[in-house]
Nanobody
Framework: QVQLVEFGGGLVQPGGSLRLSCAVPVSIFNSYIMCWYRQTPGNQRELVAGITSGGSTNYAVSVKGRFTISKDNAKTTVYLQMNSLKPEDTAVYYC???????WGQGTQVTVTS
């Protein structure tokens, strides 16, 4: 059974930073667009950022300019650098291989003063 494994969630004050990591099996990493989603209670899971195999990126308007998605091909790991965090960024964050059923387990990010 294959799974994506996430690291890096936690509690941070507004204006702070966190970096999420997602370890991806090589067969998946090299074949699909990788992305990050987030979800809060009572809300739909929303796309936060995506990155193609060639390194092209896209972002939700709500995080553009604050978050950066990147990847390390040698480590087959996807990252989400989260800067200038706001309370509304509080959510469970999931990494995902687009067009597949492969998801990370989810990691809680809480932004509060």
């Amino acid at each position: 059974q294959v799974q994506l494994v996430e690291f890096g969630g936690g509690l941070v004050q507004p204006g702070g930073s966190l970096r999420l990591s997602c370890a991806v099996p090589v067969s998946i990493f090299n074949s699909y667009i990788m992305c990050w989603y987030r979800q809060t209670p009572g809300n739909q899971r929303e796309l936060v950022a995506g990155i193609t195999s060639g390194g092209s990126t896209n972002y939700a308007v709500s995080v553009k300019g604050r978050f950066t998605i990147s990847k390390d091909n040698a480590k087959t790991t996807v990252y989400l650098q989260m800067n200038s965090l706001k309370p509304e960024d509080t959510a469970v964050y999931y990494c995902h291989a687009q067009q597949t059923d492969y998801w990370g387990q989810g990691t809680q990010v809480t932004v509060t003063s």
